[in-house]
């Protein structure tokens, strides 16, 4: 049975950092494609990162160069290191995972409904 539990969502001045972390069970890393998706209240879920199954990463513009995701591989755990955090960052974020697609994962091909397992959601708030 797949899992994906998250963690590391807080409250954090402006500038600050967070790391999330999402700890999967089930789940085969070298085979399985990885993202992270923010949503905030009344709008659509958007793709932040993703990870593709030979590691290649993706970001959405608003977070290059200052978010980067990676995998611990032999801790089964996918992470989202944030840092110079903004008020607009501030946003529901969940980890998505699924067996590797037909076409290669990146932010301008992320959808959250090629994602069959997601993790619950861990807030994050960025304050001024």
């Known amino acids: 049975q797949v899992q994906l539990v998250e963690s590391g969502g807080g409250s954090v001045q402006a500038g600050g950092s967070l790391r999330l972390s999402c700890e999967m069970s089930g789940v085969t890393f070298k085979t399985w494609c990885m993202g992270w998706f923010r949503q905030v209240s009344g709008k659509e879920r958007e793709g932040v990162a993703s990870i593709d199954v030979d590691g290649t990463t993706s970001y959405a513009d608003s977070v290059k160069g200052r978010f980067t995701i990676s995998q611990d591989n032999a801790n089964n755990i996918l992470y989202l290191q944030m840092n110079s955090l903004k008020p607009e960052d501030t946003a529901m974020y969940y980890c998505?995972?699924?067996?590797?697609?037909?076409?290669?994962?990146?932010?301008?091909?992320?959808?959250?409904?090629?994602?069959?397992?997601w993790g619950q959601g861990t807030q994050v708030t960025v304050y001024s």
């Open positions: 998505a995972a699924d067996r590797a697609f037909s076409f290669r994962l990146s932010i301008a091909t992320m959808w959250e409904g090629d994602f069959n397992h």
